[in-house]
């Protein structure tokens, strides 16, 4: 399943697609769904060709003219159903929680509130009255400001099956996202952790939710960066219906603007064993936000076809190199050498990417709001949370039993004692478990200090590289397609070089520790 976080107009903040980097929505322009669906019937067969077999058309963030797509716009909706229906997709909608409220008139969205439950009974029958494949709702509640159950009480048990029986007799799911945490914390409380947040919240759930309610679990705890541990989310609810959630579209790993193959990323969370069963045997539906749109190469990138192309295989649990396939179909007909430069621009992308951005699982340290470029500091002293807690001695979070926040504690053995010490802590989730002095050896025999210098160096070096290796194979590919892979590679070599410079200066600041490698 993909889940489009499409808008209706233009939102001041998120623009058309929020988290969309390859143009305008497919669905809708500034007056609704468009009048024009001829491109979403070649985006279906796009989807149906590598088994994509159902799509959440609307944005999980819920805006008051979204909202409207449940009731007001809902033949416009089936229209697009109908062009949907032939390749073998059903359509999803995003809906809020407190839609009693915003579309029925009702004081309240208690979903133990029998006036509320008739009001999802009634307005899903008319869901079905208009599109009778209609495949379900996908929620996010109490999140981000995102209104739900809490709000009267309740958990997040009771509010997915006031959907999920609404649903029921026609055979619809609810998809509720399992990204709840407190967006209104204090940067001076080391004890908050917004890792915790969903284990606690949602573990304790477990053989509470309806049989078409399907849990939605980020892949990791935070929010799909570049390098993060597996959630332990995933192994912890054996009675509740699970999707692993992950993020195709690149928020923050380079916005399609730079080269990022994820494959690797995501086969390594599907094989993950927790604690002797990998992810993938573990969940029941493999969901991606998209990242596709009206760009005439769909994805912006040309290259991040990719990753829509890998997640597709890879949730139909696909063996065998991956970008080889996607090199042969895409590059059909092209010289060895065009095709064997491309894989070598993509196939450790991902590495790359990671070593001139956030250092050893430490994530974000990016600019607050749109996510684009070096801040490192831009999050840490804000209240969606404290993420690396650098200072003149050290870096890091403490997420230990012992010592800190706890949450390698809610990993079974033996992830939990690996986590938990320093000595058994794989060295690329270091940061995100543990707060050590620069001068801590890696296994590498590097310090955590030259690490960070080295690889920032590294990964810009490796760009430029790249972006040589592209300008050989000019006048061999399409005019366009050289052009458009030149400028976002020109794009991702500068934007790397100020990682590099911004990330090495604030470091060699606030520590203290000269770069060894620098002339005396």
Not at 444 to 463: K, L, N
Not at 497 to 514: L, T
Request: charged share 25%.
């Amino acid at each position: 399943m993909l889940d489009h976080w499409d808008n209706i107009g233009s939102h001041p903040v998120m623009g058309t697609v929020e988290r969309g980097y390859a143009g305008d929505s497919l669905f809708f322009d500034e007056h609704g769904v468009r009048a024009d669906l001829s491109r979403i019937d070649a985006y279906a067969r796009l989807l149906a060709s590598v088994g994509i077999s159902a799509i959440a058309i609307n944005n999980v963030n819920v805006h008051a003219r979204e909202a409207r797509l449940l009731t007001d716009d809902l033949l416009d909706v089936a229209r697009v159903a109908d062009v949907l229906r032939p390749w073998g997709i059903r359509l999803h909608l995003s809906v809020s929680f407190a839609a009693p409220m915003l579309l029925g008139g009702l004081t309240t969205s208690d979903p133990l509130d029998e006036g509320v439950r008739a009001w999802w009974r009634a307005a899903t029958d008319a869901v079905y009255a208009a599109i009778p494949d209609f495949g379900g709702y996908l929620v996010k509640a109490d999140s981000e400001g995102q209104p739900g159950p809490f709000a009267y009480g309740r958990d997040h048990a009771d509010g997915a099956n006031a959907l999920a029986q609404a649903l029921a007799p026609h055979g619809g799911v609810v998809h509720w996202r399992a990204f709840v945490y407190n967006h209104h914390q204090d940067w001076r409380d080391r004890g908050t952790d917004r890792a915790r947040a969903a284990y606690d919240h949602f573990a304790p759930l477990d053989g509470r939710f309806a049989d078409n309610v399907v849990l939605q679990v980020k892949h990791g705890p935070m929010d799909f960066q570049v390098r993060e541990p597996v959630s332990p989310v995933l192994g912890a609810m054996p009675r509740t219906r699970l999707a692993l959630e992950l993020q195709v579209t690149q928020e923050y790993t380079g916005h399609q603007r730079h080269v990022c193959h994820l494959e690797p990323m995501w086969r390594g969370v599907l094989d993950f064993p927790l604690p002797d069963r990998p992810v993938a045997e573990l969940v029941d539906d493999v969901v991606a936000v998209a990242n596709v749109g009206t760009d005439r190469y769909w994805t912006g990138h040309p290259l991040a076809q990719a990753n829509l192309y890998a997640f597709a295989r890879l949730a139909w649990g696909a063996e065998g190199d991956l970008l080889e396939e996607w090199l042969t179909l895409t590059f059909a007909g092209a010289e060895p050498e065009v095709v064997d430069t491309v894989r070598d621009l993509m196939a450790d992308s991902w590495r790359t990417y990671e070593h001139y951005t956030a250092p050893l699982g430490v994530g974000f340290m990016v600019a607050p709001g749109h996510h684009y470029g070096p801040d490192v500091d831009g999050y840490e002293y804000s209240r969606w949370g404290t993420y690396h807690f650098a200072d003149r001695d050290g870096i890091g979070v403490d997420r230990t039993v012992a010592t800190g926040t706890g949450y390698a504690g809610q990993y079974p053995e033996p992830w939990r004692s690996a986590y938990e010490s320093l000595e058994t802590c794989p060295d690329e989730l270091l940061l995100f478990f543990h707060h050590v002095p620069y001068g801590h050896r890696l296994r590498s025999g590097s310090t955590v200090i030259q690490h960070i210098y080295d690889t920032h160096v590294e990964g810009a070096a490796e760009t430029e590289r790249m972006q040589r290796a592209w300008q050989g194979v000019q006048g061999r590919v399409d005019d366009a397609l050289h052009e458009r892979i030149a400028e976002r590679l020109a794009e991702q070599v500068r934007s790397a070089a100020e990682w590099r410079d911004q990330i090495g200066a604030y470091f060699q600041r606030k520590s203290g520790v000269r770069d060894e490698r620098l002339p005396a």
